[in-house]
């Protein structure tokens, strides 16, 4: 390793150097020529707490930022000793928190948007108190991506990109204003304008930085080093665990937390060590390797937890796949998919267009912490070598296998030998088993559209090689250009009506495309670039044809869409296809040329060209070996440069034309994309004296009716679409009453600035499944956001009978059982349940995030006890509901379900508050997180 050499003279008395409880752990460290910097150095706090030596990385890591800040405000020597001295298994359950301040904090607009008016709301209120509207400002860098707002509107054609580019400039305009203000308003604000990529992949090649340095310069001339991390918006800022970087994905108010100052609080957390053994067998990808990986961990339930991969296996991955690896940890449920920092880290800089310098500082830094290596291998610091996870799993990478995963979750993995078997399974099961509840004799019929187009149940109908999880692995991109190729000189072709789009992640794929010659084959079958953005991994697929629709819906069609994404949750890809898989970008294409899912790809043809000949998937399958001949292409340092360069000198010509308003503050001008939210509303210094509005003495609810039952797995995009707005629903009738055609309805996602639209989205998912609602005459449960109000059992929209039970001044509670919020990191899910006025959630379990985002905006988590459910209380719907917390509020402690029954009889049952941190408690008594911060920002 490198030497680091402690720092001989210490700072004067009173300064903030000697002022630091662990000043005696900084060092210099050498690197480059003749260049120093200083660091806290890990090693010599191991003189103190020789357990560190046997903490997993991504621990250590998180220990250094601890260490770094000790001394600051929410982080103690407590604090730093709890970390240092971690053990691997806890007899009780966790319950310390790590006070985690991050190094910056990424956006989505989806989500940026909104979190950019909660702070222009927060100037709004410092101003109303005389203070300076500048008192609000991001205190750590703060850099928002334009990736989640183009849709798939025009596709296989040459001008798709421009058209689709248009139209989003067209439907966005006031949000892009909105977002040049913030660029003008705040110092510490940055954008990286619409048509760069998508976030997690900008974030891997551009913002990623290793370390960063700060502060003055000592006598020798060295900064203060540190290792990167972050939080982002989005759920798969994991991605970027895949070069050694710490970092997850949280909710927006958790992001204006970090941003404002306040650390990242998480639970102590177990720390899962996934071994990797061997090597991937010819014709497996990256993407069967990650659905296998998501397969493996959710059967091991993961959640809350961090997974670290080791091994030789793990070195034998490039970058790009372990970073596909750490893409999918939402889909796998841990907060983490971490990988260690190595050789190949620094190839992938390299490769990516960082400086020497910089990547030296990283190389020296990581090695004078003792961090560099892959745990596990002859190679890893001597540091490395002794290291404790709570428990360890492995996997044989020889035994990963091609396939696809859905047709409704990421974690129900499918290989391509059986995807027809169980589709045809799958098709007349029951709605409990995954399935689709159709007759069987309806599998193999057709049936015509008005042109006499046939349709039959498991037509591929959308197919998507796009996200981030996939086309950010060159490897895989230049295997489905090469099966283009091959599939192209073999005279296949995609049939016209398959909806086919490639939205990479990066300009950089396109760039690498062309140079090998492969994007001209991919255009011929209809995979031009179309945008670079999320596009159908988030729901922005666009429409199918009115012909289509019509002929799916009046027939009860399963059709399909097959995407290289990450998410396949019900309603999320197109609301009419109910059949979502997950596929390498190659495998998109085979069954794009297949055209339907029910076609046995391993034993029957791929298609037939113009002579009749039969063409199997191994006919055009690219070796390994072709693959490999390409990829330093896909790695020039200067394309990576002279691409991002272009963020700053060259936006674009739509971005240069949007004006934003100037100032500190924002005058909010009349639109149906940007409102000032109401979370402020009232706002006083002194929070609520009995919690959460509306809640008990102790934050308990009293009286309330039960707005819903659901089952499990209810997902963000179930209780806050990002999709398409349907003309019927409460947001659609709200926009038409504002004069808004439904053709500019545009998305829920892109509609996130203004809560009127929100809190009418929620929980307005047309595939969400009320169980207070009786099944239809066929036995199917009535589908879409709908409740039966109480008293009386009239059914109604939730946001309608949301609006009644307020207007009566009626809590309302939510009940659900497994798995409930996984998904996205969407905040407004939680947002509007808090404003739709429901206090509380009762469930099996929680997905970590939106767990953590209700607690954020004053709404109770609570859980049943194991072997206990709702329908196991026998709850129908129409009881009256008391949640009683007696005494003090402190996390996970026991509370009180009082069921009173219509019939007058009552039952009790304990529950477990998932209130799960001190610092959690002070959240929900404050009302939330954000009135929290602006407090505590503005007392300073």
Not at 195 to 217: D, M, T, W
Not at 878 to 901: N, W
Request: charged share 20%.
């Amino acid at each position: 390793m490198t030497e680091s050499t402690p720092i001989e003279q210490q700072a004067a008395p009173g300064s903030a150097q000697a002022a630091h409880p662990f000043a005696h752990t900084l060092r210099h460290f050498e690197f480059g020529k003749a260049r120093s910097g200083r660091l806290f150095s890990l090693p010599a706090l191991s003189v103190q707490f020789p357990q560190i030596t046997r903490l997993p990385v991504s621990l250590r890591i998180m220990l250094e930022s601890l260490l770094r800040h000790c001394g600051e405000p929410g982080v103690t020597p407590e604090h730093v000793a709890q970390l240092a001295q971690w053990q691997p298994v806890s007899a009780e359950p966790r319950s310390l928190e790590i006070p985690f301040p991050v190094a910056r904090v990424v956006l989505q607009d989806f989500t940026g948007v909104p979190l950019l008016a909660d702070l222009a709301a927060m100037r709004d209120v410092a101003t109303s108190l005389g203070l300076p509207a500048k008192n609000i400002e991001p205190l750590v860098p703060v850099d928002l991506v334009v990736d989640h707002s183009v849709m798939i509107d025009h596709y296989g054609s040459a001008d798709a990109l421009d058209l689709n580019m248009k139209l989003e400039f067209q439907r966005n305009r006031e949000r892009y204003q909105f977002m040049k203000w913030g660029m003008q308003a705040f110092d510490t604000f940055r954008v990286v304008p619409p048509g760069f990529g998508i976030v997690h992949q900008v974030n891997l090649e551009y913002l990623a930085r290793g370390v960063h340095k700060s502060g003055p310069k000592d006598d020798k001339g060295a900064k203060l080093y540190y290792p990167d991390s972050l939080v982002g918006t989005d759920s798969h800022t994991t991605m970027i665990n895949g070069i050694g970087v710490v970092g997850w994905g949280v909710g927006g108010i958790e992001a204006e937390a970090a941003m404002l100052g306040q650390p990242v609080y998480v639970l102590t957390p177990d720390v899962v060590g996934f071994e990797l053994r061997g090597e991937l067998r010819e014709g497996v990808t990256a993407t069967d390797l990650v659905l296998s990986v998501t397969e493996i961990l959710r059967r091991e339930k993961v959640v809350g937890q961090f997974v670290e991969f080791y091994g030789p296996g793990v070195a034998r991955l490039s970058v790009p796949d372990r970073a596909t690896i750490a893409n999918m940890a939402p889909e796998y449920g841990a907060t983490m998919g971490f990988f260690p920092v190595d050789e190949k880290t620094l190839d992938y800089f390299r490769g990516t267009g960082r400086t020497g310098r910089e990547i030296a500082a990283f190389e020296a830094y990581f090695r004078a912490q003792g961090l560099f290596g892959i745990p596990g291998t002859p190679e890893a610091s001597p540091e490395l070598q002794q290291i404790e996870y709570s428990r360890r799993i492995v996997l044989d990478l020889g035994q990963v296998t091609p396939s696809l995963a859905g047709p409704k979750r990421p974690q129900d993995r499918i290989e391509i030998t059986h995807l027809s078997q169980r589709f045809a399974e799958l098709f007349s099961s029951t709605d409990s088993a995954s399935g689709f509840n159709q007759p069987a004799e309806k599998l193999t019929q057709s049936f015509p559209t008005r042109s006499g187009l046939a349709l039959r149940n498991g037509d591929v109908l959308i197919a998507a090689i796009t996200s981030c999880t996939n086309t950010s692995n060159p490897s895989v991109m230049l295997a489905a250009g090469l099966l283009a190729k091959k599939a192209v000189e073999a005279g296949l072709r995609v049939a016209p009506h398959i909806k086919t789009s490639l939205a990479p992640g990066s300009r950089v794929v396109t760039e690498y495309l062309q140079v090998t010659g492969l994007l001209p084959y991919l255009e011929q079958l209809g995979f031009n670039v179309a945008a670079y953005g999320c596009t159908t991994c988030i729901g922005n697929a666009g429409d199918l044809t009115a012909e289509i629709n019509e002929t799916i819906t009046a027939n009860q069609l399963i059709c399909a869409a097959v995407l290289s994404g990450n998410r396949n949750f019900e309603a999320r890809i197109h609301p009419n296809l109910k059949a979502n898989f997950l596929a390498s970008p190659p495998l998109v294409l085979a069954y794009a040329l297949a055209g339907n899912v029910q076609v046995d790809l391993m034993t029957e043809p791929v298609g037939r060209n113009s002579e009749g000949r039969e063409i199997f998937l191994g006919d055009i399958w690219p070796h390994s070996d072709e693959v490999h001949a390409l990829l330093s292409q896909a790695m020039n340092p200067k394309t990576f440069r002279a691409n991002y360069e272009q963020v700053e000198r060259k936006p674009g010509k739509l971005w240069k034309q949007i004006e934003g308003v100037s100032g500190d503050s924002y005058d909010w001008p009349s639109s149906s994309y940007i409102a000032r939210p109401p979370f402020f509303a009232g706002f006083e210094m002194q929070p609520p004296q009995s919690g959460a509005a509306g809640a008990g003495s102790a934050g308990g609810v009293q009286g309330a009716r039960i707005m819903a039952l659901f089952g499990d797995s209810i997902t963000t995009d179930h209780i806050s679409p990002a999709g398409s707005i349907k003309a019927s629903s409460p947001a659609g009738l709200y926009l038409q009453a504002q004069g808004i055609k439904a053709v500019d309805f545009n998305s829920y996602g892109s509609r996130r600035g203004h809560h009127e639209v929100m809190m009418r989205g929620t929980f307005a998912n047309v595939r969400i499944k009320n169980l207070m609602l009786p099944p239809g005459p066929d036995g199917q449960r009535i589908e879409g956001g709908l409740t039966l109000q109480q008293p009386g059992g009239e059914p109604r929209p939730i946001y309608d009978a949301a609006m009644a039970y307020q207007a009566a001044g009626v809590p309302t509670v939510i009940f659900a059982g497994e798995e409930y919020g996984t998904g996205s990191s969407r905040d407004w899910a939680a947002k509007g349940t808090a404003l739709l006025g429901i206090k509380a959630v009762v469930a099996r379990s929680f997905e970590r995030i939106h767990r953590a985002n209700l607690v954020g905006m004053g709404v109770l988590p609570l859980q049943f006890l194991p072997g206990e459910s709702w329908q196991s209380l026998g709850l129908r719907g129409d009881e009256v509901i008391d949640i009683v917390i007696d005494g003090e509020l402190t996390p996970q402690r026991q509370a009180e379900l009082r069921i009173h029954r219509a019939d007058g009889t009552q039952r009790s049952a304990p529950l477990l508050l998932r209130i799960d941190t001190p610092i959690e408690v002070l959240y929900y008594q404050h009302g939330g997180i954000l009135p929290f911060v602006l407090r505590d920002l503005l007392r300073a």
